[in-house]
């Protein structure tokens, strides 16, 4: 049975950072979205800024930050006919791995042997990853994270969606609910429905779902399959100080 994703946001006050991904109802375009939430004045400082194929985290005002650790990185990058979203710098080292270039017979799950969850005791915030086929729609998800909060097990977990269904997603977080410290994400991703092909709609959407005072910002990409393009979306709750 799919979830309702909006509900499922506006009833969890801190999910940490999520991704989403799965094929719109349609069938035709792949869908994807990624947010960041913050409790902390440093983790709220910060929007999504578009690059060439994705989006960076910046400071909002860097005047501002305190630290950048954990918290400035690529959450979204694009190879060739491939898109990358996670919550962390592994994904440029999954970009790396991806690269013909660089790593001859490397992937996403080799990727991520080389990482570990975040190193931010006593949270031990997992790694979510995630890969996007731009032609089939297929993909992958992937969780790193500790065991019961033990520092010293790691368990990876990937899996694998290459035959989406139309109207279909998953769900996967860095944390089940708020907490202290917060419990990490458990269990396989949530099976969602994914109800708009519009990203602005879908956007508008999801943002509205995610708590008003914990949320930092949003990010939507809608793939056409066929044409082999892509519509970027980004909501962000703070505006950037121009320097």
């Not at 930050?65 to 996670?86: A, F, G, Q, R």
């Not at 992937?142 to 269904?165: A, H, M, W």
Request: charged residues 25%.
């Amino acid at each position: 049975m799919k979830e309702n994703l909006y509900e499922y946001l506006s009833g969890n006050e801190y999910p940490g950072r999520g991704i989403c991904i799965g094929k719109a109802p349609g069938g035709k375009k792949a869908m994807i979205a990624y947010f960041i939430m913050g409790r902390s004045t440093n983790s709220r400082n910060r929007v999504f800024d578009p690059i060439e194929g994705g989006i960076r985290t910046k400071a909002a005002d860097p005047s501002k930050m305190t630290d950048s650790h954990l918290i400035i990185y690529n959450p979204v990058l694009t190879l060739n006919k491939t898109t990358i979203v996670t919550n962390g710098d592994q994904t440029n080292i999954i970009y790396d791995f991806m690269s013909h270039n660089k790593y001859p017979g490397f992937g996403f799950e080799a990727a991520l042997n080389t990482r570990t969850f975040e190193d931010d005791k006593p949270n031990w915030t997992p790694r979510i990853s995630g890969v996007v086929d731009m032609e089939l729609g297929g993909y992958k998800l992937s969780i790193l994270k500790s065991c019961d909060g033990n520092e010293n097990s790691v368990q990876r977990f990937t899996f694998d969606y290459s035959q989406p269904l139309a109207g279909v997603g998953h769900f996967i977080s860095t944390y089940k609910c708020n907490g202290t410290p917060i419990p990490s994400f458990a269990g396989e991703p949530l099976h969602v429905a994914i109800d708009e092909d519009d990203p602005d709609k879908y956007a508008a959407k999801l943002w509205k779902a995610l708590n008003e005072d914990n949320k930092v910002s949003l990010f939507v990409r809608a793939i056409d399959l066929k044409a082999q393009t892509y519509k970027d979306v980004i909501i962000k709750k703070y505006k950037a100080v121009e320097g």
